[in-house]
């Protein structure tokens, strides 16, 4: 493919206004980096690779001779007779993928500030996706046969452009303490022996047969009520500012609320507070959880949203499956959907901000599981965001047949339930990767090359210019 001294020209001016790149976008042929201004003066460049570097390692392909359109060249789609997406296709992704990356980056700081004022007090961050990201989500929903005719249609694919993520504090011993204080099952609290005999079994003390017994009777209720004291704060936030949000677009108000089946302590909560509340709008709820995982919503709470979803008129749908049921074996779809076989643990909404753009928030606690849980599913999908040193790992996870893989992510969901408890202030012994499999594949390493490659891009980030790559 040859590239035109215009196109270059006007993809240095595309780029340098849209990113505004400290340095600036540059263009690389072979091992050498030139400026803009002198490609002009080279003629006509030719090469087979065209390719866009937002970060280090990671590119996507490009038409530069396009990019500066508001739309594609051509209609993105799956090649009909292979099956394969054709290459100047993939370049159209590309360039949306570009274009679109940018409007996100620059919708960033006022989402970023309204999402903090609606989760005052939390540990909270706030991104948007890249041009890498997009392109990947956007290659998957083609190969699934989409059809891509304009950049605001790529961009309902996309959906979490913008994406926050709320780190919720560990439990401690003394929160286990409290919680079997006040806990009460089948409308029964504790005695005193047992409330000891569940702290020691937390603590993976000693137990008689008779006391493993109780404390295994126990133990899963007591779970579900930490779960519900770590993610309370949270949680309470979201019923307030979704309250706040349905009485200023006129859909309830505060007086037919207090005759709602909404617990009176939000009620009380949101009248209090009211005008340091910022409105939110739910689209949709997400509570995932393993086959034996505990979830951050319980029941209960999940009970409150569809008591909000009737007071207010916002009926969106909510992903979870009953704790109750999980076991029963009798789902619904909806519900089976919601247990991951890998473990995956969290509770994620999607929100409509104030401009009307899409957020993708999720709640998750502190262990480092959640950073790497989606290295082995991004192997098997083959998506571009891992770089080179995942390679190893990547091929031994593609290398898993189906049963093998089953297996591997009852491993994956063990772990999960691992730093779940840690998050709970219960302590939990490590799960081992099966002596059958790749040791490449254990959760140690995957935490071992997270932040290897953490690293490496950390270090490649200093003075690297975002550019385009051509291969002669």
Known sequence: MGLTTKALSFAGKTLKSAFKCKPKPKVKIGDTFVTFKKAKTMGNLKGENIQYHAKPELSIPIAPATLQGSKPAVRIRKNALTGKIDENVKEEIGNVSIRLADRYEKALPKARAEIESVFPGSDVSVRSK?????????????????????????????GDAIGGRITMKNLTQTDIVKTLKTIKIDNKALTESEQQIVMKFFRQEPLTQAELKIAQKYSRPVKI??????SAPVFNQVMLSSLKHSIETGATTIEKLEK?????????????NYDKITPMKIKELENYTGHQGIPYFTDRQ???????????????????????????????????????????????????????????????GKGPFGEVEHIAYDSRQEKNTLSHVFDEYKAAAKDLDEAGYKEYNKYLSECYDYYRDLELGIKATKPKLPEKFNPILSEDNMIRLHNKDAAIQDELKKGFVPHISIAA
């Open 302 to 364: 999940i009970a409150q949203l569809r008591e909000l979803q009737l007071a207010t008129g916002n009926h969106f749908n909510i992903v979870t499956c009953p704790d109750a049921k999980k076991f029963s074996g009798a789902l619904t779809d909806l519900e089976k959907s919601a247990i991951k076989d890998s473990g995956y643990t969290t509770a994620q909404f999607n929100t409509e901000l104030s401009d009307g753009s899409l957020a993708e928030i999720q709640i998750r």
């Open 260 to 272: 709602s089946g909404i617990d009176s302590a939000i009620i009380k909560e949101l009248k209090a």
């Open 225 to 230: 009520a930490l779960a519900e004291k770590q």
């Open 130 to 158: 890249g041009a890498n990201s997009v392109y990947s989500k956007l290659e998957k929903k083609v190969k699934k046969g989409a059809v891509i005719r304009s950049d605001s249609a790529a961009s309902k694919y996309i």
